[in-house]
């Protein structure tokens, strides 16, 4: 039975390898930046990294598997700005409310980056699917920043309660079922109920 191998993991290369792979994945970075995810032609992604399409297929099993890594790559670029410009506001729900307004703004500005989410929470491409889970370390270290103390089990509930909302606000957006506007007062409510809500009910306890 011919065995037929996946893509190696990027750890695994050489430098030259590496930096071939990274000159496709910031060609198509700079592709979908410019267009939707359904409009990139991959041979028009191979020829501006300057590559063989064959060459491009050895790094990436499909076009899924290759804006797995886009979008990494620009989840990483959000973050990292994130990092540079802490959360501002002086209470937790504050904190949050920043860092999930900044999330909103880099979609709005962007929305083409969420229409590959879509595409990649129904994704069969198992590298694809891998990469996209690999995003939830990186979308915790972000909230994390807001957080006023450690990831313990409600905190973890409240990422993902707000994760949920913001991901069910946009997708309406996308699909120009709700506005912007509704995306960020569903966040500003959900971050209310979970804050107030909560330290109210406590109270009456």
Same mark, same amino acid.
């Given at each position: 039975?011919?065995?037929?191998?996946?893509?190696?993991?990027?750890?695994?290369? $050489?430098?030259?390898?590496?930096?071939? %792979?990274?000159?496709? &994945?910031?060609? !198509?970075?700079?592709?979908?930046? !410019?267009?939707?995810?359904?409009? &990139?032609?991959?041979?028009?992604? *191979? %020829?501006?990294?300057? &590559?063989?399409?064959?060459?491009?297929? %050895?790094?990436?099993?499909?076009?899924?598997?290759?804006?797995?890594?886009?979008?990494?790559?620009?989840?990483?670029?959000?973050?990292?700005?994130? /990092? $540079? /410009?802490?959360?501002?506001?002086?209470?937790?729900?504050?904190?949050? $409310?920043?860092?999930?307004?900044?999330?909103?703004?880099?979609?709005?500005?962007?929305?083409?980056?969420?229409? @590959? #989410?879509?595409?990649?929470?129904?994704?069969? =491409?198992?590298?694809? *699917?891998?990469?996209?889970?690999?995003? *939830?370390?990186?979308?915790?270290?972000?909230?994390?920043?807001?957080?006023?103390?450690?990831?313990? =089990?409600?905190?973890?509930?409240?990422? @993902?309660?707000?994760?949920? #909302?913001?991901?069910?606000?946009?997708?309406?957006?996308?699909?120009?079922? #709700?506005?912007?506007? =509704? @995306?960020?007062?569903?966040?500003?409510?959900?971050?209310?109920?979970?804050?107030?809500?909560?330290?109210?009910?406590?109270?009456?306890?």
């Amino acid at each position: 039975m011919l065995q037929i191998d996946g893509p190696p993991a990027p750890e695994s290369l $050489r430098s030259d390898q590496l930096a071939r %792979r990274q000159r496709i &994945v910031r060609a !198509g970075l700079k592709a979908l930046a !410019g267009s939707d995810y359904e409009q &990139v032609k991959i041979s028009e992604v *191979a %020829r501006d990294s300057g &590559v063989a399409l064959g060459t491009l297929y %050895r790094y990436f099993t499909s076009k899924e598997h290759l804006f797995a890594a886009v979008f990494v790559e620009w989840h990483g670029a959000l973050k990292k700005k994130l /990092e $540079r /410009e802490r959360p501002a506001g002086e209470t937790e729900a504050d904190r949050l $409310r920043d860092v999930f307004h900044r999330m909103v703004r880099a979609f709005q500005l962007q929305p083409q980056f969420f229409r @590959v #989410v879509m595409m990649l929470e129904a994704t069969t =491409d198992p590298y694809a *699917a891998d990469l996209y889970q690999s995003l *939830a370390v990186q979308s915790r270290e972000t909230l994390g920043m807001a957080f006023a103390g450690p990831f313990d =089990d409600d905190r973890s509930a409240i990422y @993902v309660t707000l994760n949920a #909302v913001l991901d069910e606000s946009l997708r309406g957006w996308v699909m120009n079922r #709700v506005t912007i506007e =509704d @995306v960020y007062a569903n966040i500003d409510n959900a971050v209310r109920l979970v804050y107030e809500y909560g330290s109210t009910a406590t109270e009456s306890n």
